[in-house]
T-cell receptor
């Protein structure tokens, strides 16, 4: 049963610390999304990649957030320095994009981040 | 910018009744419209999707309709059951970029 894997599942950190969240997309998928979910904002798109290249990160606060794909099996989302307002659940999703069809996004279980 | 609006934000129905959730999108280039169900503490999971070349799609008790002219699409759940209780999200994909933008979600409660 292929799944998107996210680590860690839970993270509690102090304000000002660096946080790195990791995502392993489903093998063979070439599109990766990062979403942030809060009660107030729903599912907010932060960034997404196709074939490891960033296509859009306009939803991401550039001063403290960064997203990368070091290789096809790993996507990372980093926050430095973290702030209490960053507390949320961060979801990674992956899909296969084909020239003839749109992506179906499969979500990971999420990383619940609490910044105190 | 791109926007997807979803209504209502909460919906309570009696078991066996129907539930309808509506979404509108702003970009006429959107051509893919999935619906996700998220149970408490779990990941969103795709339940049904529709592409712009069809107007309606059914899967057992779930159906989606799409009106491209009006730029809105709807989720219909018939014969609701308590296990249908969850948050439902609509989304729209913006043209060939596949950038998925989600609505704000509808919390559906089905009472026995």
């Amino acid at each position: 049963d292929a799944r998107v894997t996210q680590t860690p599942r839970h993270k509690v950190t102090e304000m000002g610390q660096e946080v790195t969240m990791r995502c392993q997309p489903i093998l063979g998928h070439n599109t990766v999304f990062w979403y942030r979910q809060t009660m107030m904002q729903g599912l907010e798109l932060l960034a997404y990649f196709r074939n490891r290249a960033p296509l859009d990160d306009s939803g991401m606060p550039k001063d403290r957030f960064s997203a990368e794909m070091p290789d096809a099996t790993l996507a990372t989302l980093k926050i430095q320095p973290s702030e209490p307002r960053d507390s949320a659940v961060y979801f990674c999703a992956s899909g296969l994009t084909d020239p003839h069809m749109n992506t179906e996004a499969f979500f990971g279980q999420g990383t619940r981040l609490t910044v105190v | 910018g791109e926007n997807v609006e979803q209504h209502p934000s909460t919906l309570s129905v009696q078991e066996g009744d129907s539930a309808v959730i509506k979404c509108t999108y702003s970009d006429s280039a959107s051509n893919y419209f999935p619906w996700y169900k998220q149970e408490l503490g779990k990941r969103p999971q795709l339940i049904i999707d529709i592409r712009s070349n069809v107007g309606e799609k059914k899967d057992q008790r779930i159906a989606v309709t799409l009106n491209k002219t009006a730029k809105h699409f709807s989720l219909h759940i018939t014969e609701t059951q308590p296990e249908d209780s969850a948050v439902y999200f609509c989304a729209a994909s913006l043209g060939s970029t596949d950038k998925l933008i989600f609505g704000t979600g509808t919390r559906l409660q089905v009472f026995p």
